[in-house]
């Protein structure tokens, strides 16, 4: 008895080493779940930047309905400059989304390339079908892409925001800083591009 079980059970493994794998099914359905992925990828990028600019617009318009011209007291100055800082630091944040999401579309695209790289090895004739390959592959830090110019808008934007929170901490001591409100808005704009271009380069 115990001999016809270690049969049945050898027969059954047999039976599923010998099944024929649907390969191309697989890589199918790979291919499409990380086109999906580099797709959403995309999208969130495209989402992360609005939400930003709408926040950024939404505490710029609440500042500026205030007249704040007419309020003279320094806490509500002060007020002001720490609600610039928080915009200024979430373009921080804004920025690094922006990276994180730019090097998931990267491992993506370039998840896609390796299948792609083994059909063409067997068909060689399907290099002609691909605009992209691993050899034309772009790079994660490209200017005047899409993922650049957004990253840049945002870097802009948390810079003019430093500035303005340069000018509202000046207002504290009744003087406009400008001069300074322009150096740290620039070497903050700059300073974010930096760890842009820093982080994409590896």
Do not use: C
């Not at 610039?84 to 390339?113: E, H, K």
């Amino acid at each position: 008895m115990a001999d016809e079980t270690n049969a049945e059970e050898h027969a059954a493994a047999h039976a599923t080493t010998d099944m024929p794998l649907q390969l191309d099914e697989i890589l199918t359905a790979e291919f499409e779940y990380i086109a999906q992925v580099v797709f959403q990828s995309n999208e969130d990028r495209a989402r992360v930047t609005s939400f930003y600019l709408i926040t950024t617009g939404t505490l710029v318009a609440a500042i500026l309905g205030s007249q704040v011209e007419s309020l003279k007291d320094p806490q509500t100055y002060l007020g002001f400059a720490v609600l610039f800082l928080i915009i200024g630091l979430s373009s921080l944040l804004t920025l690094l989304q922006l990276i994180r999401l730019r090097q998931a579309w990267f491992d993506g695209a370039a998840a896609l390339n390796a299948i792609k790289a083994f059909y063409i090895e067997r068909f060689p004739d399907a290099q002609k079908a691909f605009r992209w390959g691993t050899t034309s592959f772009p790079p994660k830090f490209k200017r005047w892409s899409i993922s650049f110019l957004l990253a840049l808008q945002v870097a802009l934007l948390g810079g003019i925001s430093l500035g303005g929170m340069v000018i509202f901490i000046g207002l504290t001591t009744n003087f406009l800083w400008w001069a300074a409100a322009i150096i740290v808005g620039i070497a903050y704009t700059v300073a974010e591009m930096i760890i842009y271009w820093y982080l994409l380069r590896k």
